[in-house]
């Protein structure tokens, strides 16, 4: 079974950066497209970006609220999916999760937290002043 583990999280101020890191434990980890979400206690879980097996600036996609602020990246050499979030908000608060989409070598990039599995403990993000 799949297991990955998040980190990177932390308390920081508005217009802050933080880098996350999702280290994920499986052999076909460059086979599988993988996603970021996040939860705010009493919401549902919300998408926040994904990346495509390959990589590339040009598959990547993210959600209206973080599109040209956070950038989704991976190394499949080191098996880890990265999110950098630049102009950190309050509003960005949340616990971050890391995901891998289930269907090997998807063609398209889903924000659907149906297709994805793997789910970490997740690492905690608080912005505020």
């Known amino acids: 079974q799949v297991q990955l583990e998040e980190s990177g999280g932390g308390l920081v101020q508005p217009g802050d950066s933080l880098r996350l890191s999702c280290v994920v434990s499986e052999v076909a980890f460059a086979h599988h497209n993988m996603g970021w979400f996040r939860q705010v206690p009493g919401k549902e879980r919300e998408f926040v970006a994904a990346?495509?097996?390959?990589?590339?600036?040009?598959?990547?996609y993210y959600s209206e609220d973080v599109r040209g602020r956070f950038t989704i990246s991976r190394d499949n050499a080191k098996n880890t999916v990265y999110l950098q979030m630049d102009s950190l908000k309050p509003e960005d608060t949340a616990i971050y999760y890391c995901?891998?989409?289930?269907?090997?070598?998807?063609?398209?990039?889903?924000?659907?937290?149906?297709?994805?599995?793997?789910w970490g403990r997740g690492t905690q993000v608080t912005v505020s002043a």
């Open positions: 995901a891998r989409d289930k269907r090997p070598e998807a063609r398209y990039l889903s924000p659907d937290p149906i297709y994805y599995d793997g």
């Open positions: 990346v495509k097996y390959l990589g590339g600036s040009a598959n990547r």
